[in-house]
């Protein structure tokens, strides 16, 4: 009986992971349209183009540990924000904010590359999809694990079980610095390993 809860309650969560990275994938395509509306944007991107061009054409002399740390903060700040934002009822959307507007950044950013660099914005995808090959699914799966969070604290609550959502709220905040520490390891992996990679793509 156990087990085939258990498996019912896994599908579930094996079910929602596939919905929010479909909604994940949309996002970017929404984004890829936001050039037409915020036109502006593309300098900065340009200007990030350049940046990324300058430092990783420094080879033997590029700040691995500059680079590395660079790209950890990020990271830490977005899933951070998810966790942190989630912990509470009244600010668990800004978690989907969060998440919405990581979205659509990605999109947005890709569709600048195609347009200011043309073939060239191949390596640039592929340098963005390299420093978000783990934090992106590991941001989905916050968000998941976030759902049932908040409808179990809200089940709690109009029980009136103050221990119960304490509970709740502990065993949330775990379970995502779990996450976290886990998709930040294997991502700080990526980037160490794909350093010699990312200099061979700007050139």
């Known amino acids: ?14 079910k929602e992971i596939i919905y929010l990275s479909i909604i994940f994938i949309i996002l970017v395509f929404i984004g890829t349209y936001l050039n037409r509306f915020l036109p502006n944007g593309q300098d900065i991107v340009l200007d990030s183009i350049n940046n990324l061009n300058e430092y990783y054409s420094q080879g033997s002399d590029i700040n691995v540990r500059a680079v590395v740390f660079s790209n950890l903060r990020e990271n830490i700040v977005f899933l951070g924000s998810i966790v942190l934002f989630s912990l509470f009822v009244f ?5 989907i904010i969060s998440f919405i507007l990581k979205g659509l950044s990605i999109g947005y950013t890709i569709n600048s590359f195609i347009l200011l660099i043309k073939l060239k914005s191949i390596k640039m995808i592929l340098i963005m999809l390299i420093k978000n090959f783990i ?13 049932y969070y908040i409808r179990n604290i809200y089940e709690e609550y109009k029980r009136g079980r103050k221990e119960g959502i304490l509970f709740l709220g502990r065993r949330y905040l775990l379970n995502g610095i779990i996450v976290i520490i886990i998709c930040i390891f294997l991502q700080l992996l990526l980037n160490v390993i794909s350093i010699g990679i990312l200099q061979f793509l700007v050139r």
Do not use: E, H, N, Q
């Not at 934090?135 to 759902?147: C, E, N, Q, R, T």
């Open 1 to 14: 009986m156990k087990r085939t809860i258990r498996k019912r309650y896994d599908l579930k969560i094996s």
């Open 91 to 95: 600010t668990f959307p800004l978690s």
């Open 135 to 147: 934090i992106i699914p590991g941001a989905i799966l916050l968000m998941v694990i976030s759902f």
